[in-house]
């Protein structure tokens, strides 16, 4: 149903379709879809939609996958079903001909999707707040080739790839915060973007905990603002996919450029054993992928304990990086703790 005039509110109920109200839906508009389970792969491709459900601990707003996959664009994209999409308009390579701006998704539980449980693509002020993504084969929270997006208030656990994921972006002017991920193969995975805070998030029991990665393509990684979050025990064991077995890495510059890590907790990552462990590391990727060595990044403030090998690692890659006022025990090189 929806109101008479003005911007519309559809609401939708059990047994009925989220897709029909967004469909029906035009700039403005909001869908509040009432508690219970819907059994939908869900596309938006409309500007200044708001999708909004009940995040609440008795009651939530479920989506699942359904049956048969939707043969929409986004099927096609990910190669199967995902929770919810939005999608600008894209050429047959991928490149962005037209943004889709202002789609703000809240208070959902997604769950045991096999691709990705909120999925991006050139987007433009996308807000993803209060969304509980599980056990999705992909990514649980995503966005590519998109810039002015907000990740906030979220919990992402066990999803096979990052639970919340920010790529292919050299002005994502991107925000993520106060966000809960735990079991991915990544917590949070900035690869191939710029300008994103990862701010206050509590991120443990991953294969890596923050990874921000330069995969070697043109623009690289970097201009990244990671802190205040709480960073322990990812000791999770992520075999070789595309690069090397990931396990106990806490935070990770892999290549990054500009980037400043401050007045972060990261404790209990000590797992080891593969090149991202340890607490904090900062290291190389031109003999991995082609990308860069870690330039002008800063780590500042942080307090580093119980981690393996060390609390800060720095393999001694690039030029003008600093360590200043880190409280920890342990540092390769050694004199990198305060």
């Known amino acids: 149903s929806a109101a008479a005039s003005g911007p519309h509110t559809f609401r939708v109920t059990p047994g009925h379709s989220i897709q029909a109200a967004i469909d029906a839906a035009h700039p403005g508009d909001t869908i509040v879809v009432e508690p219970g389970k819907y059994q939908e792969s869900l596309q938006i491709t409309t500007n200044d939609i708001t999708l909004r459900g009940a995040d609440a601990s008795d009651r939530n707003t479920v989506i699942e996958p359904p049956a048969t996959a939707p043969n929409n664009l986004c099927t096609q994209v990910n190669g199967g079903a995902s929770g919810i999409c939005v999608l600008g308009q894209v050429d047959m390579n991928g490149n962005v001909l037209r943004n889709v701006e202002g789609v703000h998704i809240i208070g959902f539980t997604i ?69 809960k991920s735990w079991g991915n193969g990544f917590g949070v995975f900035v690869r191939h973007a710029h300008e994103v805070n990862v701010e206050g998030n509590t991120v443990w029991d991953n294969c890596v905990g923050i990874l921000v990665l330069d995969d070697g393509q043109v623009g690289g990684a970097g201009n990244v603002i990671v802190s205040g979050n709480d960073v322990h025990g990812n000791n999770l064991v992520c075999p070789a996919s595309g690069g090397p077995p990931t396990s106990g890495g806490g935070i990770v510059l892999a290549g990054a450029v500009h980037t400043l890590v ?9 797992a080891g054993g593969t090149v991202a462990s340890g607490g904090i590391v900062l290291l190389s990727v031109q003999m991995m992928d082609g990308g860069s060595a870690v330039i002008d990044d800063t780590v500042r403030g942080n307090d580093a304990h119980h981690n393996a090998p060390a609390d800060i690692l720095y393999d001694g890659s690039g030029l003008g990086n600093r360590f200043i006022d880190n409280e920890c025990a342990s540092s390769s090189p050694s004199g990198l703790c305060h």
């Open 111 to 179: 769950t045991s999707f096999p691709q990705n449980g909120v999925f991006g693509y050139g987007t433009n002020d996308l807000e993803v707040s209060q969304v509980s993504a599980f056990n999705d084969g992909g990514y649980g929270v995503s966005r590519f080739e998109s810039t002015r997006t907000i990740f906030r208030d979220n919990s992402v656990a066990g999803n096979a790839e990052a639970g919340l994921y920010v790529g292919d972006s050299p002005d994502a002017d991107t925000w993520v915060v106060n966000n």
């Open 262 to 270: 401050a007045n972060n907790n990261v404790n209990n990552n000590n």
